[in-house]
Structure formats: C-alpha cells, structure tokens
C-alpha cells in the first residue's frame, strides 16, 4: 500500500513526513506549534493514530515512528482515512514520485496492482489501463476511458497525463469505474493528481537538481510565501532536457527496381523535405519539457477561503518512436539485418512536437455551518499542439522489394508494389479550448453524510490533420488527406449526490447516482482528399510528373517536393470538393454506486459495493458506406457517420483493509466482478463488402480489394472481468520498510462474432503458422467480407494475468546525525497480449513474455533533513521489453519499448 503525507512541511519548520526507510524518525499525527518571531515554538504535538486500539497488550513497547502513518485520500470527495475509505484507491506522495524517477503519469506503470499506464507516440498521449479497460483513440474524436483530473477537476485531453507531477501533495488513483463522484469517462477508474498548495507556516522552498546518462537534466524549485495571515503563495518550476536514446539516422534510401524503371541515380527516393542534419538532443525518445505553477490561498474570514492557480506545461521533445522488432520478425523474409540494433530508426521525417498548456483553476470553499460546506471550483484549459512524425521509420528497407505487379496498372487490378512507402503524419495546428465547473455542497445531518453537485464541462476543438503518404499506388504519386475540424464541440452535463448512512455503531451503507447528459457537434467539419487516391494536386502546380504511360513520365523523387506542397487548407482546395463533416449525436445515462462498510475493529474494516459506469459514444468523419463503389449487394452505398454507442461497466467488488502487529502493517484486499459491454475498439475495421471498379475477382495478392475498411471506432462484444488485488506496507524492524502488491486479473472476451482475423495472412502462410480463415460469403449481410474467428474467452490486450511488485528499503544511522538508505524495487508483470485475437505466434506474434524490472537506489540525509543526495538505477538489466507489438507494411513488426537503463544522482536541499 503507498503511503502519502497529508501536509506539507519544510525542514526548517515541522517535523520530516513519511518516506521509505525513514522509519525512526516518523511522527503519524504530528501538530507543529509556531511563535511570532521563531520558527519553531517548542517540540511537535505527536500522538498515535485514532484508530490505534485501546488498551490492547503489548509485549514490548513500541515508537510511533515504528508505525504505519495515517494516510488521508479524497477519494469520496471527503478527506478519509486510506484504511477507512471503502473503494480500491493507491496513492503516492512526492517523496515517492521523486525516488521513481517519475515526471509524469506513465512512469507509474508496474506500481498499481491492475493498472498499465505507457506512452502511445501518437498525439502526445498517455494510455491508462485499468483492470482490463483503456481506450484507443487519442484524437480529438475520442475519449479516454480513466478520468484524468487535476485537483478533483476533470482533464478532457489524454494529451493532459503527459504533463510533468511536480510539488504534489499526492497522486490517487482509483480503480473500478468511478461513475457517481468522478463520473466523467471513467469505466476504467480515475487519477486524480493533487498540487501542493500555501501554507501559513512561513517563508520557506527547496531546490533539487537531476544529472542522469542520455544528458538527462532536470531542475525543480519551490517557493512558499506567507505575504499575512490571510494571503499564501507558493511557486514552482520544473525543468527537464535529455538526449534521445534511439540511434537515429538519416534515411537518404533510393529504390533499385531496374525491371521497373527504379535505377539508382544517387538522388533519395524518400522525402528530404524534413530530412535535415540534427543533434542527439532533437532524436525521437528525447525529453524537452518545462512547468510551472502560481498559486494563491486566501482567507476572506473564518468562513470562506479562495483559491486560484494557474499552470503552464510547455512540450519541445521529439516525442516517442516505435522500433524495427527483431525478435517477433526473426526467420521471416522481414528479420533484421545483422548488426542492426535494438534502438536504430532510420528517419527522413524527424519529430517535432509543440505542445503548450495553459490551466487556470479557481475555486471557493465556505463554512456555512459546523456541519454544512460548500465548494465551487472552475477550470479553464488552453491546449494548443503542432507535431509532425515519421510513420515508416524507414522500415520498408530491411527486406528484398516485393514486385509483384507491372507498369501501368494491369487490366487485372494488380496495382504491383512499389519498392519504397514513405509516409508521416502531422497536426499542422490545433487547439482544445475547454471550461469546467463544478458545486458541492457537503453536510452532516446526525448519522448521514452526503455530498451532491453539479458538473458541467464544454470544449471545443480545432485541428488541422494531415496524413501522407508520398508514394502512392498507382502511379507513385502523393496520397494525402486533409482533416479539417475548425468548431468540434463537446458538452457534458451531470447531477450527482453520494450519501453514507451509519445505520448501525460499526454499519455504514453508501448509495449514489449520477445523471449524465453527453453531446458532440461537428460544426464546419471538412475532409479533403478522403478517397486517399494518389492525386497530382498535392503538388500545388509546381511539379509535373507527366502523362502515364507516356514518354516523359517520371515519378517525383525525394527533393522534387517542397514545403509549399500540401499542408494547409488553401493548398487542398485544389482537390476539389470536400466532405463536409456537419453532424450531432446526444447520450443521456444514468450510472450509480450502492456499497456496505462494516468497522470491525478501530483497525479493521470490510466493505462491499456494486457500481457503474459509463463512457459516451461519438462519430467519424462523413463517408460513403461503400466508399463511393457500388455495395456488393448491387446497391450504392449510403451517408454514414460511423457512429457508435457508449460503453457500460458494472462493478461487484470486496474489499478488506486493516492494520496488524502494532500498526506496524497495513494490509488492503480487494476482489472484484466486472461486467463490461460495448467496448468501444479503435483501429481499422471493417466497413461493408463492395463490387471492385472492374467487377473482376481479387487477384491472389490483394484478397481484400472488395472489401471495404477504414479508421473507425465500433462497439464490440461482452467481457467478464474477474480479479484479485492485494498492497502491502510492513515495518518488520526499526528503520526497515517492505511494501508491495499482488495482482490477478483474468478478462473473459464473449459474444464477438462478428471478430475478422486478417492478421498477417501471407506470413502465416509462408511460415507455416495457422492461416487466416476464409472470407465468409454467407447469407448474413453485417458478415460478409470478414475472416470470422471465434476469440471467446481470450484476454483483453495489454493486461497481463499476474502482476508483482515489491519494495524494500533499510535506514542506516551515521556519526553526526546522517543518514543512509538503501532502496530497491521489483516489478514482474505476467505474459501479455497487443491485441484481441491473443497472436502468440512464435514468429509476428503480437505478446510479451513475462519478465521483471528492477529499480534501486541510495540515498545520503543530512542532520534536520537540510540536503540530500541520492545514487538511482531504474531498470538495472537493461531489459528490452515490448509495451505493444504491431506490424506495419506487410510482414514487418515494430514494437514500442520499455526505456533502457537510466541513472544519475539527485542533489537537493530545502531552506
């Protein structure tokens, strides 16, 4: 179980909190004492905690500094107790942020029981996953499936996770669906990252400064300010620069296809448009990240506090990148070329993103009466983005050109292939403007205690998205698609109450509901170029590439194409009409919460609840539903949206928690039951079975060219999730701490039957594997062109069965009062599926095999906790684990990774 200080402190002023290996020195309630004039006015009033039982034998006396402390968590809008609080919660304070090396959320991924938090490198997201459930689509099309929230405001933007956690006072993350107090997108669970704030216990800050490999630095400053006794600020900045670890090189290919007319020439076939000379600084998986955060607390009076914060994250980095995976692809045509390594990308589009956010958050906490409070909070976010990536990565190079096919396109619709893909993606601009406001009003009314509110949140968006590809099949001129979205809006409504009754001494029983009203609108919504065939009006007029077929014809190499090419709307009006993307969708649904506590003991509690949540749906861009071909029933096709519906989860959970043996452990339990319906799935999926242009069968190597597919999001199936969570924090002896956690999840996929499997047909062919099943042909139209397969009872992607962490440190004492800690950590996580079908295929299977990671530490206190320094690794072997495996033109597979192994020190001091 993580431990999480309730207040801030500074060494000069209150007593050192809670961290690992500083067991001696804690204090579980502390009350600092101050004097006009002195900075400390005698010793810290410390007692043990509340819940200690009374008058139970001890065999030998125990220090309170031996003990568990009290961790307070705002899970149920109320600050409670973490042992008290009856829903499955994790939370972490600074202290342990900083020793995790983690500046933002995906470096906690491994420490929750049940919870897979990665990078996606697309669109500057986070993917959380929690217990099973996460979500897939990162633009401004979709919504995330956990709640992210800042402060308990809900954040709108996956994009919003990437921002760095400095000065906390603690990270909560919450799992199971959260569909009554944090109700918003949160099937999965919520995080709810909560700022330091002022204090009134006087002037006071801290520096530390980060020096690790790759020129990692990294530099953070606080600064608290007692202006009087009603006015507090506080200050802080965080800075952080490293080298990419990928071995990045310019990608200059030309193709060598004689028979086709391909003579090297000594010109790049690929794009240079973007392919200039840079410095390891610049590589894809660097870091170029700074914030900053201003906040203020005022007391009008007694009754009534104001608050107010504004925070800027600014993102300069290259963003993430994925890798040629030489292990899924060893044996194949694809497999690696000897020598290459695991961190090459070959780069003719390096990455750039642009990322700023700025947040401004308000709010208003009154007193009405002992036992009556009412909050009101308000949130105005500003994120605005510009990002360009290479999609290939130069991948298409390691294995011999596949031609097929022949010039000119053949009577047979046998388009060939050509020797080379090139192509990127780039969001020319875009901004998330978005407003929250959220009311409370908590009150006591003898044995009741409830909390209800209203919620509102409205954002609108505009992008500009281009996606390329600059060689293109016919005739190797450019296919490109313009997404432009000036006025994409979302409005969310809700009204919610959670009451808790103590019915009975040691009985308390929960009921909530939550009544949400979600709307999307696409106002002005255009779409250029959405048939994606190659298209001579990329060039914008200023190349030629002549007639088909036809002496003078030549296909544009690398430096024939510039930067007044495409990218911006005037330019694509030169493809003639768009789609016009004017549409509206409405969801109303109501979710719920209904739970039992027992208090056992003033140290043991049980509880069990039943809960639910719900995700709203959307829609796509505007399209043909037989994309502009006759339907293979002989009908033209219709308009369609590609709408989908919203997705369900019902919670059954049990849960445990308790302190044992002096309250030197703490243990919490958890099982639970989920029922989880109309997944929401984003990828390329089928669309509708269509005639080909020239009514002829497909050709033996385009098997799918009467079908229909595109980027969609769909509802899919049911899935029965069970689990068992287990967290752990025990002080077997004076200075040590061991903590941990136990995993088990076991996702159960059922009633996909419409599931196509058209995972690498021609590989699986070649090498052997089981093929793909044939294209069904039957009577059931919603069937039709898809290569059924029953996936019931697989795994849901990216959830690994068994999850184990655990964690041990030990304080030494040093002549002169300093101190010494050694720190290690273990994470093992469980074989895991990339995708729904469970491809673990030993060639191009999409899976990683269980392994464990391991992180450690030491680290040098001062006297009174002046300075201090510490020695880190993260990930000690060096493991070179997948975090997703795809494969990507034809039998090539790439795979995000884990990061190599990271080390420096970390130097700071407070004053």
């Not at 025990?730 to 196509?756: C, K, L, M, Q």
Request: aromatic content about 12%; proline content about 6%.
């Amino acid at each position: 179980m993580a431990y999480i200080p309730t207040r801030r402190r500074d060494a000069s002023h209150q007593e050192k909190l809670d961290e690992p290996g500083r067991g001696q020195r804690l204090q579980p309630v502390c009350a600092v004492r101050f004097c006009p004039g002195r900075r400390r006015c005698g010793r810290p009033q410390c007692h043990s905690p509340a819940e200690a039982p009374t008058g139970a034998p001890r065999s030998t006396p125990i220090s309170s500094g031996d003990q568990i402390p009290e961790v307070k968590v705002t899970a149920t809008r109320y600050s409670t107790s973490l042992l008290k609080t009856p829903l499955a919660v994790s939370a972490f304070s600074q202290e342990q942020l900083s020793r995790k090396g983690a500046t933002s959320l995906k470096d906690l991924t491994g420490e929750i029981p049940n919870v897979v938090i990665q990078s996606t490198g697309l669109d500057s997201a986070v993917q959380i996953t929690i217990r099973g459930i996460t979500s897939t689509n990162f633009t401004e099309t979709g919504d995330p499936a956990v709640g992210f929230h800042v402060d308990g405001m809900y954040s709108p933007r996956p994009q919003g996770a990437q921002a760095l956690m400095f000065d906390v006072d603690q990270v909560e993350v919450l799992r199971g669906p959260q569909g009554t107090l944090f109700g918003r997108n949160s099937t999965g669970g919520s995080v709810n990252v909560i700022s330091a704030k002022p204090d009134f216990s006087g002037n006071y800050g801290k520096a530390e400064v980060d020096i690790g490999n790759y020129r990692k630095k990294q530099v953070t400053l606080v600064q608290n300010v007692k202006v009087n006794d009603r006015l507090a600020l506080r200050g802080t900045f965080m800075k952080v620069e490293r080298d990419g670890y990928a071995n990045q090189m310019r990608d200059l290919s030309e193709a060598n296809a004689p028979q086709l007319g391909w003579v090297p020439d000594g010109i790049p076939d690929v794009d240079q448009r973007f392919n200039k000379p840079i410095g390891k600084d610049k590589y894809y998986t660097n870091q170029d990240q700074w914030a900053a955060r201003l906040s203020a607390l005022y007391k009008v009076n007694n009754d009534v506090t104001l608050k107010a914060a504004y925070e800027h994250f600014q993102d300069d980095g290259a963003g993430g990148a994925p890798f040629r995976d030489c292990e899924a692809s060893a044996g194949t045509r694809y497999q690696c070329a000897p020598g290459t390594g695991k961190w090459d990308l070959l780069v003719n589009v390096p990455g750039q993103v642009d990322m700023q956010i700025r947040t401004l958050r308000t709010g208003l906490s009154w007193t009405i009466n002992p036992t009556t409070t009412f909050d009101y909070t308000f949130q105005v976010a500003d994120q605005k983005r510009s990002e360009i990536t290479d999609d290939d990565m130069g991948m298409q190079h390691a294995a011999p050109f596949q031609i097929n096919g022949a010039y000119p396109n053949t009577p047979e619709g046998n388009w060939g292939t050509w020797p080379l893909t090139d192509s990127f993606h780039r969001t020319l601009s875009s901004r998330y403007l978005s407003t929250v406001h959220e009311a409370q009003l908590k009150q006591t009314l003898g044995n009741v205690q409830y909390v209800a509110g209203l919620f509102w949140m409205h954002e609108r968006n505009r992008i500009d998205y281009e996606q390329t590809h600059t060689i293109q099949k016919p005739y190797g001129d450019v296919g490109s698609v313009l997404y432009h979205q000036p006025n994409r809006q979302v409005d969310a409504k809700a009204v919610f109450a959670q009451a808790d009754w103590k019915f009975m001494p040691s009985w308390t029983g929960t009921l909530g509901a939550r009544y949400s009203i979600d709307s999307k609108e696409d106002k002005g919504g255009e779409v250029y170029g959405a048939n994606w065939k190659g298209d001579p009006a990329y060039y914008n007029g200023l190349y030629s590439q002549g007639t088909p077929g036809t002496p003078g014809f030549r296909v544009h190499n690398g430096t024939d194409l510039t930067d007044a090419m495409g990218g911006s709307v005037a330019a694509y009006h030169l493809y003639g009409a768009p789609t016009s993307n004017d549409h509206k969708e409405t969801w109303r649904k109501v979710t719920w919460r209904v739970g039992l506590q027992k208090q056992m003991t003033p140290n043991q509690m049980a509880y069990a609840s039943v809960s639910t949540g719900y995700k709203a749906g959307g829609f796509a861009d505007k399209t043909d539903s037989c994309n502009y071909h006759m339907c293979a029933d002989g009908k033209p096709g219709v308009v369609t949206f590609l709408p989908y519906g919203p997705e369900q989860v019902t919670n059954f959970e049990l849960g445990y928690k308790g302190k044992f043996l002096d309250n030197r452990l703490s243990l919490s339990a958890t099982a639970f039951w989920m029922k989880y319906k109309d997944m929401q799935l984003t990828g390329t999926y089928f669309i509708n079975q269509i005639i080909p242009d020239n009514g002829l069968p497909c050709p033996t190597d385009q098997p799918k060219c009467d079908v229909y597919e595109a980027w969609r999001t769909i509802n899919v199936g049911k899935v029965d999730i069970p689990g068992l969570e287990l967290e752990w924090d025990y002080r077997p002896w004076r200075g040590a701490r061991f903590g941990g956690g136990i995993a088990y999840i076991n996702t159960d996929v059922h009633d996909f039957r419409e599931f196509s499997d058209d995972y690498q047909c021609d590989v699986r062919t070649e090498l052997g594997l089981p093929p793909c099943p044939p294209i069904y042909n039957g009577p059931e139209k919603e069937l039709q062109g898809r290569r059924l397969y029953n996936i019931d009872g697989n795994h849901l992607p990216n959830t690994p069965k068994f999850q184990v962490n655990l964690n041990f440190s030990q304080e030494f004492s040093l002549p002169g009062g300093f101190r010494i800690t050694p720190y290690v950590k273990v994470n093992w996580r469980d074989k895991a599926y990339f995708d729904l079908r469970n491809s673990d295929f030993g060639t191009v299977g999409r899976f990683q095999k269980a392994y464990a990671m391991t992180d450690a530490s030491v680290r040098l206190d001062a006297p009174s906790d002046k300075w201090h320094a510490e020695l880190y690794v993260r990930n000690v072997a060096d493991k070179h684990a997948a975090q997703n495996r795809e494969s990507v033109f034809g039998g090539f597979m790439k795979a995000y990774y884990v990061e190599p192994r990271m080390f420096g020190i970390r130097v700071g001091g407070e004053y």
